[in-house]
């Protein structure tokens, strides 16, 4: 390819970002000018409304008699933060493609003053709003009208049309739903304009509702904390290290694109912007090495996608998950760590293998090979010094608050601050890391150790936004605060404090002025780049209101329970389906937003009925990795599209073979929904490092059998082997509970009795039959766990329940038997929040009983793998 289509291309690509992140509309003068400070302004209230400030002046304020609030309550910083979104919205994105972009149009500066006012409506006529709640007037009807529209179409706008249809379709559906057929499946009672308004635009139920919230609270101040990351040069710095380390592997290019993705990932709340900030960099390195247009392509695109699973930050849905959940954050991240972590294992592990196939090799490395040996050696120590820093930590600062309450928060600072000049006096001695160039070609790899050092001090801030999550348990938000002052801190001082310590005769107010520019720079970004996940949030909202208001989830429960046939496996498998092509087009936050509102309840509602209860967890992760394998697949993988442009391949056939290097990612859900061991829910430590260590060694057999390819080329009867190895380890209780039932049916006139017998703590499963909500007869099952209790009698009551004999007979699979109905629920009660309520009649019980351990199918896993691995060296060796 020629210089100058490269530079083509990448122009084309910095286009397609701008248009889908920050607005492709650059406008001069006071247009430019406002944008700029609006943005930026956005980001300052953003910070001000997330930390302890506003709290601290409130304080100061009341102290001092000064009647005036100052702190701003959640749905006026959700009403602002929607005002911010829909004016820079219609300043920064043109109506259409020959619209122009170097200026606005007069209608473009009304829509976008009008989209502001109404986006702030809670603000200015929130008292009125408050006491005509649930019944508005003409101007809150008008208002809630014009509104929707203008926010369709900035959303049209910004996002495209995908997200536009969805919710129109759910509007029409919410008023035109009323006048269907009452025994039509999806027809509903509320539909008048008064009550959708109310929903959609008064209430916190539709666009002012949890999605937006979220937006407001948590995922801004993520998105803010990326971008000033990027400025920062730690973008920069995570590639070059990947480079450095795995650059000289088999097909290294690609792992180094891999792992550089991953990191990225960390913070990045979009897989197109992740593609492009890593992939013109990796793609035309892999192509260096041999690997083809579309291959090289199909890694970037593979590797960018997974970032969006990858916690902390999941594209933003780990903020969304922890409200629609409802678990904390830290526990959150636990569950969703080990499907995406063995995910980028088995990537890095197909990039080998087709390496390994086409005789690939690495770029030759500038420091001389270290043994096997040296290399564990030094891994193990810098993993133990890790360990013994972190215990050394969390017992100082635990020591701290404890001896110094008051003056904590200085100690930390202090001590923080000396870790910081500790870090820039050793990345001094280092130069400093030349910046991306796409159009330069990587002859050798960059040295590990000076690689290494020449960002230490961008590790800091990631560090602290760690450790404010995970240990001291802050809020997302918070932590998030902490993690962008430190941020900001280190944009501004580290050029002077690297030329102080390097003996340097620059000025240093001249170098922190320039840190300043980039920090401003930085909260510009950071508000753009939120445009469209702020528009994309309320609009989902207004999915969400129609779904609340019309009960259409649980209709819908019962369309796919009807075409599923009640098979559990197909369910799931319709479900993936809807859910791709639901998420086609749409951001991630949007993404997950549609698809946990719409299918997160059809596999809660028909995997009751159907004997299938898992965590809520389980079901919200398994949507969404499929909404955002929506960004691979073909026709409207966009990320596919991206990577197409910079490695000049085919995009429909980057699209096809990232999704088949995607593949196993899309057994992942299957997998955790029927084996929740794999989002380490309920394991103690050990065993969660035996499931870490079995699911890296399954999804290596999985990967080898899906690429042909293990040690040497996979006759068709190995790949058969090895798919069965790899379902023993991930799915070992399918065989095992054939073998030693983990449970036993009773007839519930004996449950009492029984359940005196069982263990506390014990998983015990009911089948009841009862009315939903919706007044249709059902059959559902229902999980309880064992409480403690000196008798039959005590532990039901414990559990909430009274049963009662009626004395009548009823016939159950083909067997007479008493007929057991619960009498009474007590509120709030283990029975009632698992859905038992009265007048149901109890048709099957069943105990957990003694039975031998899953784990035991490993053993023959373990055999077949190395059987196969035993018999391709062999036969590798013999050519």
Request: charged share 15%; net charge neutral; hydrophobic share 50%.
């Amino acid at each position: 390819m020629s210089a100058q289509s490269k530079n083509i291309d990448y122009d084309d690509l910095q286009d397609m970002v701008a248009s889908n992140d920050a607005g492709g509309r650059t406008p001069k003068g006071f247009a430019k000018k406002l944008i700029v400070v609006t943005a930026i302004l956005w980001s300052v209230f953003q910070l001000y409304y997330t930390s302890p400030a506003s709290f601290w002046l409130q304080e100061v304020l009341t102290q001092a008699n000064i009647n005036l609030n100052v702190v701003v309550d959640d749905t006026k910083a959700r009403s602002i933060h929607l005002a911010f979104a829909l004016f820079l919205a219609y300043l920064s994105f043109p109506a259409f493609a020959f619209s122009p972009k170097h200026r606005i149009p007069v209608q473009d500066w009304i829509f976008a003053i009008v989209g502001a006012f109404l986006g702030a409506y809670y603000l200015f006529f929130y008292e009125g709003l408050v006491t005509r709640f649930g019944a508005p007037n003409l101007q809150d009807i008008i208002a809630g009208c014009v509104g929707i529209l203008l926010l369709l179409e900035a959303t049209r706008r910004s996002l495209g049309l995908p997200l536009v249809i969805i919710a129109v379709i759910f509007l029409l559906y919410n008023y035109f739903g009323q006048f269907l057929p009452t025994d039509w499946i999806i027809s509903h009672r509320s539909g008048s304009l008064a009550q959708i308004i109310n929903q959609q635009w008064i209430t916190t139920e539709g666009v002012f509702g949890v999605a937006l919230g979220v937006s407001t609270k948590y995922v801004f101040l993520f998105v803010l904390f990326g971008a000033l990351l990027d400025k920062a040069g730690a973008g920069n710095y995570f590639i070059k290290t990947a480079f450095a380390y795995l650059g000289h592997l088999k097909g290294g290019p690609g792992k180094a694109a891999v792992v550089s993705s991953a990191l990225t990932g960390l913070v990045s709340g979009s897989s197109i912007a992740n593609v492009v900030t890593t992939g013109t960099f990796t793609i035309p390195m892999m192509k260096r090495v041999g690997l083809s247009a579309e291959k090289a392509g199909a890694i970037e695109v593979a590797s960018s996608v997974n970032g969006q699973i990858m916690p902390p930050v999941m594209g933003a849905a780990a903020f969304l998950m922890i409200e629609y959940v409802n678990m904390p954050y830290s526990q959150l991240i636990t569950h969703a760590f080990l499907p995406a972590f063995i995910s980028y294992i088995a990537l890095v592990y197909i990039v080998h293998l087709e390496a390994c196939k086409m005789g690939l090799k690495g770029l030759p490395r500038t420091d001389p090979a270290n043994p096997i040996l040296v290399t564990l050696m030094r891994a193990l120590v810098t993993f133990l010094a890790i360990c013994v820093l972190y215990f050394a930590l969390d017992l100082g600062l635990g020591w701290i608050k404890n001896v110094a309450p008051d003056y904590s928060f200085v100690i930390v600072l202090t001590l923080l601050s000396a870790v910081y000049l500790l870090l820039i006096r050793r990345v001094a001695h280092f130069p400093d890391l030349e910046p991306d160039d796409p159009e330069k070609e990587m002859v050798t790899l960059p040295s590990v150790k000076p690689t290494v050092n020449a960002g230490l001090h961008y590790l800091l801030p990631v560090v602290v936004l760690m450790w404010c999550l995970m240990i001291e348990r802050m809020s997302p938000g918070l932590s998030a605060f902490w993690g962008t002052m430190v941020l900001g801190t280190i944009l501004i001082t580290q050029r002077p404090l690297l030329s102080f310590f390097r003996g340097e005769t620059a000025s240093k107010f001249t170098l922190a002025k320039q840190g300043l520019q980039e920090l401003i720079d930085g909260l510009e970004t950071g508000a753009r780049n939120m445009i469209g996940i702020g528009i994309a949030t309320a609009t989902a909202g207004i999915i969400v209101g129609s779904v609340s208001l019309t009960g259409f989830g649980v209709q819908l429960a019962s369309i796919i329970e009807m075409l599923s046939m009640g098979n559990i496996l197909l369910m799931l498998i319709l479900v993936a389906i809807f859910s791709l092509i639901l998420g086609m087009g749409l951001p991630t936050t949007a993404n997950y937003i549609v698809v946990s509102s719409l299918m997160a309840l059809v596999i809660i509602e028909v995997g009751k009925q159907n004997g299938l209860i898992v965590p809520l967890i389980a079901v919200h992760l398994f949507v969404f990795y499929f909404g955002i394998m929506a960004d691979v697949t073909p026709p409207v993988g966009l990320a596919s599209f991206a990577a197409a442009a910079i490695s000049g391949g085919s995009p429909i056939r980057t699209g096809v073979e990232a999704f088949y290097y995607s593949l196993r990612t899309a057994i992942l859900p299957f997998l955790f929904i029927f084996n929740t061991d794999l989002l380490l829910i309920d394991v103690s430590w050990a065993k969660g490092i035996f499931v870490l260590l079995t699911a890296i060694i399954g999804i290596f057999a999985f990967t080898a059998a899906t690429m042909g390819w293990f040690f040497t080329k996979n006759k068709w009867w190995e790949s058969a082997v090895l798919v069965l190895a790899a379902f023993l380890l991930f799915r070992p209780g399918f065989v095992m509970d054939r073998i030693s039932p983990t449970a036993y049916s009773i007839e519930p006139i004996h449950f009492a009795q029984e359940i005196a017998k069982t263990p506390v703590g014990q998983k015990l499963m009911l089948k009841v039959a009862g009315i939903n909500p919706y007044g249709k007869a059902v059959e559902f099952y229902s999980q309880l766990e064992v409480p403690e209790g000196d008798s039959g009698e005590a532990r039901l009551n414990a559990l909430g329940l009274t049963l009662l004999d009626t004395g009548e007979k009823i016939e159950v699979n083909g067997t007479e038997t008493a007929k057991i109905i619960i009498d009474n629920v007590t509120i709030d009660s283990p029975a009632a929040k698992a859905g038992l309520n009265w007048d149901q009649t109890l048709l099957d019980v069943s105990l957990p009983k003694v039975s031998l351990p899953k784990e035991l199918m490993f053993i023959p896993a373990l055999l077949m793998i190395v059987g196969i691995a035993w018999n391709q060296r062999r036969r590798r060796e013999s050519v």
